[in-house]
């Protein structure tokens, strides 16, 4: 059961907790503030910053599961070719929750203003972990409406 601050009870001293709830969130939050950035200067490599490097990383889209940091840049490459199809991406509504010091998820939407190709967007659902002292996205998963 989760506490009012966002944690499994029981995981963590509820004084730790509230103590870290507001910074971790701001460090997740800006994760994908750089991730946002980069996506905006045509840089996917730096999108792929805020991933897990790792095997394990998992991303669910309308074709099923990606499995590994590598293929999933791949993808990223392959379905938005150019600055044209890659547009200028917004997250909103971002719900940040704690699950433990070291496990948050994210939900939101995102958008994709693009005028040349047509608009995109749709909701996703980010589970991060924090690992040697940095937030990264362990598993994405990314709908398009």
Request: overall charge positive; some cysteine.
């Amino acid at each position: 059961m989760l506490s009012s601050t966002g944690y499994l009870q029981g995981c963590q001293p509820a004084a730790y907790a509230h103590r870290n709830t507001t910074a971790e969130a701001a460090a997740i939050r800006n994760v994908l503030t750089t991730q946002t950035a980069a996506w905006n200067k045509g840089d996917i490599p730096g999108f792929m910053q805020g991933y897990w490097k790792s095997d394990s990383l998992v991303f669910l889209g309308r074709r099923g599961p990606t499995y590994g940091w590598q293929q999933t840049l791949d993808n990223y490459r392959k379905n938005y070719p150019d600055a044209a199809a890659m547009g200028q991406l917004d997250f909103s509504g971002l719900r940040i929750t704690l699950l433990a010091p070291t496990a948050a998820q994210v939900i939101g939407h995102w958008h994709l203003a693009r005028p040349t190709v047509g608009d995109v967007g749709g909701y996703f659902l980010l589970v991060l972990r924090k690992i040697d002292g940095q937030w990264v996205v362990a598993a994405d998963h990314t709908n398009s409406q």
